[in-house]
């Protein structure tokens, strides 16, 4: 491939991956046909772009961006997982796929600029939390000491209501309450 293609892959490599602050990178050499189909096409209904690339000239688009830390991981067939609402929905994804097609390698993976190298690594990310549960969990901790405060002015009222209303139920069948010392 002459010098002038080779600038113009890299080129568009940084136009098109050079916003991207977290990606993952597999291996899908072997995957029969069929299966490397229905794998995009499960990827593209959830919004996540796999592109096939070329180790050295993502290597020096990548050169300067958070998905340079991937740069070790290039090697040998390579193809670049992104979309979705984050990375690590995109790693779940992958596990689940590598669990069915038994070619498709799990390389690495990079969320803002942190490496996480290998299958196990990818594995890991996944465990991580999605933006979207990470902001529940926070409102959830914001929300959980008022919870408390409420939880424990009602509790002591709820008891006594509680009380009166056995009291009122007694009366009512016109039993006598006893005096409690």
Not at 130 to 151: I, M
Request: negative net charge; contains cysteine; aromatic residues 4%.
């Amino acid at each position: 491939m002459s010098k002038p293609i080779k600038t113009m892959i890299a080129a568009e490599y940084r136009k098109r991956f050079g916003d991207l602050t977290e990606a993952l990178l597999v291996d899908v050499r072997g995957i029969e046909a069929n299966d490397n189909n229905e794998l995009r096409q499960a990827l593209h209904a959830q919004g996540v772009r796999i592109t096939v690339i070329r180790n050295t000239l993502a290597r020096t688009a990548f050169a300067d961006t958070p998905l340079e830390a991937m740069s070790t991981a290039l090697d040998g067939p390579s193809a670049l997982c992104y979309g979705g609402e984050s990375v690590v929905d995109v790693a779940r994804l992958m596990i689940d796929w590598a669990k069915k097609i038994d070619q498709l390698e799990l390389k690495a993976a990079v969320l803002d600029g942190e490496f996480f190298e290998g299958a196990k690594g990818v594995k890991q990310l996944s465990d991580f939390p999605t933006k979207e549960e990470s902001k529940a969990r926070v409102v959830q901790l914001v929300l959980a000491p008022a919870g408390n405060v409420v939880g424990g002015a009602t509790g002591p009222g709820g008891k006594l209501l509680g009380v009166i209303k056995e009291i009122q139920e007694r009366l009512e069948k016109g039993e006598t309450i006893e005096k409690i010392a």
